[in-house]
């Protein structure tokens, strides 16, 4: 069983910065993949970035290439997304979710096996 806290959301002015962590429990975090998601209003929950329980390789959306940063740290159990320049198009609810098989970072959204409640991120323009 895994439990997954996120943090970090808020009100930011387009151009601004937030950091997301998510906090989780369980033993064997350092051997998980994890994925932040994030779902607008009257739409489907789309894949925002992941990262391999490693922390080699990482993968993002295009929409958010160059402007965020996933990281991770294993010792403390927390998942960042670090989003600059930020746009008005990021707002959203952002889910971390937590992939228990496989190593390598995903896109899929049904690859992933617990998820956590969401925080609200809103930027205005």
């Known amino acids: 069983q895994v439990q997954l806290v996120e943090s970090g959301g808020g009100l930011v002015q387009a151009g601004g910065s937030l950091r997301l962590s998510c906090a989780a429990s369980?033993?064997?975090?350092?051997?998980?993949?994890m994925g932040w998601f994030r779902q607008a209003p009257g739409k489907e929950r789309e894949f925002v970035a992941s990262i391999s329980w490693s922390d080699i390789s990482t993968g993002y959306a295009d929409s958010v290439k160059g402007r965020f940063t996933i990281s991770r740290d294993n010792a403390k159990k927390i998942l960042y997304l670090q989003m600059n320049s930020l746009k008005p198009e990021d707002t959203a609810v952002y889910y971390c979710?937590?992939?228990?098989?496989?190593?390598?970072?995903?896109?899929?959204?049904?690859?992933?096996?617990?998820w956590g409640q969401g925080t609200q991120v809103t930027v205005s323009s």
């Open positions: 369980g033993r064997t975090f350092s051997t998980y993949v």
């Open positions: 979710a937590t992939r228990t098989r496989g190593t390598g970072w995903s896109s899929a959204r049904s690859e992933y096996d617990y």
